[in-house]
């Protein structure tokens, strides 16, 4: 079965279709949203708590190291689900990938321990 460039028409009328409904609930929100402004009503709102200081204050960058290190280790987890569902139909060859897969992953994870990124001061 070949497949010619009709087959995407409706992929591509569905992109279409969510892009103008975006754009013109933009333009119309724009043109019936309130305009008014006032002191009160540009605060800054936080749980009803009143403001005090700069809300720029600095984090570390280790925060955000951590951070960013938790995503990329929980998002390597999500691809040993499928393999553990499948495991008995990937059979030995799945296995052995599995394990590279690992093998890599924890070089990463020892790299990561032996530059101190993982310490907290």
Not at 68 to 95: C, H, K, Q, S, T
Request: with cysteine; net charge positive.
């Amino acid at each position: 079965m070949q497949s010619s460039n009709l087959d995407y028409l409706p992929i591509l009328m569905q992109v279409i279709f969510a892009a103008g409904f975006v754009a013109f609930t933009l333009v119309v929100s724009n043109f019936i949203g309130p305009k008014r402004s006032s002191k009160n009503k540009d605060a800054s709102f936080e749980c009803g708590i009143p403001q005090h200081g700069n809300a720029r204050i600095p984090f570390s960058v280790k925060y955000f190291l951590i951070a960013i290190l938790f995503v990329l280790f929980d998002v390597e987890v999500i691809f040993m689900y499928p393999w553990a569902v499948n495991f008995r139909e990937l059979g030995y060859p799945g296995f052995v990938k599995m394990v590279m897969f690992m093998t890599v992953l924890l070089i990463g994870f020892y790299y990561i321990i032996k530059k101190g990124a993982l310490e907290w001061e």
